[in-house]
């Protein structure tokens, strides 16, 4: 029986269809309102299946407009709507000896291109302001992605939930 030789099939999705795409910090209400249709509806999925109730998409808007979180979305305005392809909700948390900024959601399509095309800002952005340790609690696939970025396990994350003893 002859053997089948494998087909390489190109990616469906090429690098320069996210070219009209770029980072934002959502830094006013105005811009949070104008973009946060569509960075909730990317969120939301995050939420759902990583979150374990801890925030609703509603408590993740709120902290941005408090200034508690930050929000950085990749959009592309050229269309009769703006699209967002990409939102990054981060949080500061301090501890003793320093801060560190806390991956609170990410989601997007084509969450891998567009995360390599723009996390050089992001980090840039954070290191500018202080920050000189980035950080996430992450299911395991999204781990996976994060590893790729250069985040490490550091612990392990385990919960006792009182109200099922």
Excluded at 2 to 10: D, I, P, S, T
Aim: proline share 4%; with cysteine.
């Amino acid at each position: 029986m002859a053997q089948q030789k494998l087909k390489l099939v190109e990616p469906t999705v090429e690098r320069d269809t996210l070219e009209g795409y770029e980072p934002i910090l959502l830094s006013t209400v105005e811009m949070l309102d104008t973009y946060w249709p569509q960075a909730s509806a990317i969120l939301q999925r995050c939420v759902d299946s990583a979150m374990h109730g801890e925030m609703t998409i509603d408590d993740i808007y709120e902290g941005v407009k408090a200034g508690r979180m930050y929000a950085i979305v990749a959009k592309n305005d050229e269309g009769e709507l703006p699209d967002v392809a990409l939102a990054l909700i981060l949080e500061l948390q301090a501890y003793p000896q320093f801060t560190v900024m806390n991956v609170t959601a990410l989601g997007g399509r084509e969450l891998d291109l567009l995360t390599s095309k723009f996390w050089k800002h992001v980090c840039s952005w954070a290191y500018m302001n202080g920050v000189r340790t980035m950080q996430a609690s992450a299911s395991p696939a999204m781990a996976r992605i994060l590893k790729r970025y250069g985040f490490n396990k550091i612990y392990e994350m385990v919960r006792l939930d009182l109200t099922e003893m």
